[in-house]
């Protein structure tokens, strides 16, 4: 396996950088020139003719070397675009209805949605009956299409598997009232669970490793299973596009606005950079360089992924606002071709395999007001050796948390007046309390009787009738729910005896009786372990970097890269 570099420069593995000729193209298309407006990868755009080929220089694994420094690598290009399958979520809009419902679901390519085991179980709904929504977005880097190889450069790399460059996680609230979404570095260093392939049947061992390389270990449902031995969240659906699926869509909408706070050309005298050529102020892209701008790195703020990453969630941001207002997104017409990019663009999950499921997901999404949607790049730093990152310790984790927890990152939530907790109403000794063991974790193996261990502490404490379930499931946090909010008083009063917060404490409608799980974060003891410097928190960190969705912003330009 192959290990992925952040600091090219520093890794231990150097290798020479592929020159033009070596990715496809001539080398007169790196020359400080013009070309002839029909030259072979070149299209018009703002401030004159760019560079359509690839994006950034490619490397092997990361991109978030300070001060834009060349990657070394095998040659590969990196992907680089947000993930655009947001507007296919807003699918509804597209409204193609039954129209051609055969031909559309017959567009859609599906893959199984987790190949990662038993993993997580899907959350009680609340006591509303409401449950959130999980969604992983994915960019594929493939180059398995003439269209694709055009797009992305680098035909040696026909072959090789896709990589799973663009990950974000769209989290939409039980009452939709909000959504979250969340990106995550390519390069950042994660466990990859075992997985199946469902086509070859070939088993991928459990590895760490960059987690866009989880892409191959199987198809997007191994992606789906990193993230959520990653983060602890039960994940729905996934959506995946590619390259041609970027063009296709971004035409079909019409072009996106995008600003810069001065003129920027993404290309130096190496060949660095996207092509992406724009003056100063907000100009509509689409096609080709709706790609340019999604991909760019070098250019943009300090020529890192995460400055990319911003890119991408204010092109998300300005996509959704342009779906939501465009008028001429009533045509027709128009919504057929948006319908026809969409369906042929994406590959889903089998439980979103039709026109129809998708059509009812748009509609169930388009409840969500623009201004609480929320955007954030999941907290992390430097490895060691700055050779990757890793997840920022304390911050990354309060994110997830967040989310598991249904918590809006926005920090907008409604405050519940505050109202004395109520009494117990059962007798310890008759109070039935059932307890489960939840530390099925893939990728660290359940953590053996559990459930025999703090049954027994309850039973000290004066719980004589709980008892256990022997069912292994798997959930990151440890919880207690109850059906009838005149139960509410017992649960507390469990927790308490436990050194559970409340926070862990849920009324749920699926519940029939008091359950406790003991969740991932509780593998050992019989009293709840608190974390030093832990403290409930309504609001995503700052090292988040948390974009609202109805804000309007401008991508700051790397001084190195303008004219």
């Known amino acids: 396996m192959r290990q992925s570099s952040v600091r090219g420069d520093r890794s231990r593995r150097r290798r020479r950088e592929p020159d033009a000729q070596e990715l496809g193209w001539d080398d007169s298309l790196y020359e400080d020139k013009g070309l002839p407006p029909d030259a072979p990868g070149w299209t018009p755009a703002e401030g004159g003719d760019v560079p359509t080929g690839d994006g950034d220089v490619p490397a092997e694994g990361g991109g978030h070397r300070k001060g834009g420094r060349p990657r070394r690598g095998k040659g590969r290009k990196a992907l680089r675009?947000?993930?655009?399958?947001?507007?296919?979520?807003?699918?509804?809009?597209?409204?193609?209805?039954?129209?051609?419902?055969?031909?559309?679901?017959?567009?859609?390519?599906?893959?199984?949605?987790?190949?990662?085991?038993?993993?997580?179980?899907?959350?009680?709904?609340?006591?509303?009956?409401?449950?959130?929504?999980?969604?992983?977005?994915?960019?594929?880097?493939?180059r398995n299409s003439k269209k694709n190889i055009e797009l992305g450069g680098a035909?040696?790399?026909?072959?090789?598997?896709?990589?799973?460059?663009?990950?974000m996680l769209l989290h939409v609230s039980a009452d939709r009232s909000n959504m979250s979404v969340i990106s995550i570095p390519r390069d950042t260093r994660v466990t990859i669970p075992k997985c199946t392939d469902p086509k070859t049947h070939e088993v991928y061992p459990q590895t760490t490793s960059a987690i866009n390389e989880s892409l191959q270990h199987g198809g997007p449902g191994c992606t789906l299973a990193t993230w959520q031995e990653l983060t602890g969240i039960y994940i729905d659906h996934f959506m995946m596009v590619d390259f041609s699926g970027v063009v296709s869509m971004a035409d079909a909408i019409g072009g996106v606005p995008v600003c810069v706070d001065r003129n920027v050309y993404s290309h130096d005298s190496k060949g660095h950079g996207s092509g992406l050529r724009l003056t100063k102020g907000t100009h509509p892209v689409k096609g080709v360089q709706a790609l340019q701008w999604l991909r760019t790195r070098y250019g943009f703020e300090d020529n890192t992924d995460i400055g990319r990453a911003k890119a991408q969630h204010m092109y998300m941001n300005s996509m959704v606002r342009q779906l939501k207002s465009d008028a001429k997104l009533t045509n027709p017409g128009e919504l057929r071709d948006l319908a026809e990019a969409a369906t042929e663009a994406l590959t889903v999950d089998d439980g979103l395999d039709t026109v129809k499921k998708l059509y009812d997901l748009g509609g169930d999404l388009s409840r969500v007001p623009t201004k609480r949607i929320t955007m954030v790049t999941m907290p992390w730093q430097y490895g060691p050796g700055e050779e990757y990152v890793v997840p920022k310790p304390g911050d990354a984790e309060t994110t997830f948390a967040m989310l598991r927890n249904d918590t809006a990152l926005d920090g907008k939530d409604q405050k519940k007046k505050a109202t004395p907790d109520p009494k117990p109403s059962t007798p310890k000794g008759q109070l039935n309390v059932v307890v489960q063991n939840g530390t099925g974790s893939t990728v660290n193996g359940p953590a053996s009787g559990?459930?025999?261990?703090?049954?027994?502490?309850?039973?000290?404490?004066?719980?004589?009738?709980?008892?256990?379930?022997?069912?292994?499931?798997?959930?990151?946090?440890?919880?207690?729910?109850?059906?009838?909010?005149?139960?509410?008083?017992?649960?507390?009063?469990v927790a308490k005896a436990l050194g559970l917060p409340k926070s862990a404490v849920r009324e749920s409608s699926s519940a029939t009786g008091m359950r406790l799980v003991i969740g991932n974060d509780w593998r050992a003891g019989v009293t709840y372990p608190k974390k030093p410097g832990d403290k409930p928190t309504d609001k995503a960190p700052a090292s988040a970097d948390a974009l609202n969705g109805e804000k309007k912003a401008c991508m700051t330009v790397n001084p190195q890269y303008t004219f």
């Open 81 to 142: 675009w947000t993930a655009l399958s947001l507007a296919v979520l807003i699918v509804g809009a597209a409204g193609a209805g039954y129209w051609y419902y055969e031909h559309l679901n017959g567009n859609l390519r599906k893959a199984p949605r987790s190949l990662g085991g038993g993993g997580l179980k899907k959350p009680d709904p609340n006591a509303f009956g409401q449950s959130p929504l999980n969604i992983l977005l994915l960019g594929s880097d493939g």
């Open 155 to 167: 035909r040696q790399d026909a072959d090789r598997k896709p990589l799973a460059d663009v990950q």
């Open 450 to 493: 559990r459930a025999s261990d703090i049954q027994r502490q309850l039973a000290g404490l004066g719980y004589t009738a709980a008892a256990t379930n022997s069912v292994l499931t798997s959930q990151a946090d440890t919880t207690i729910t109850y059906h009838d909010a005149s139960r509410r008083g017992d649960a507390l009063a």
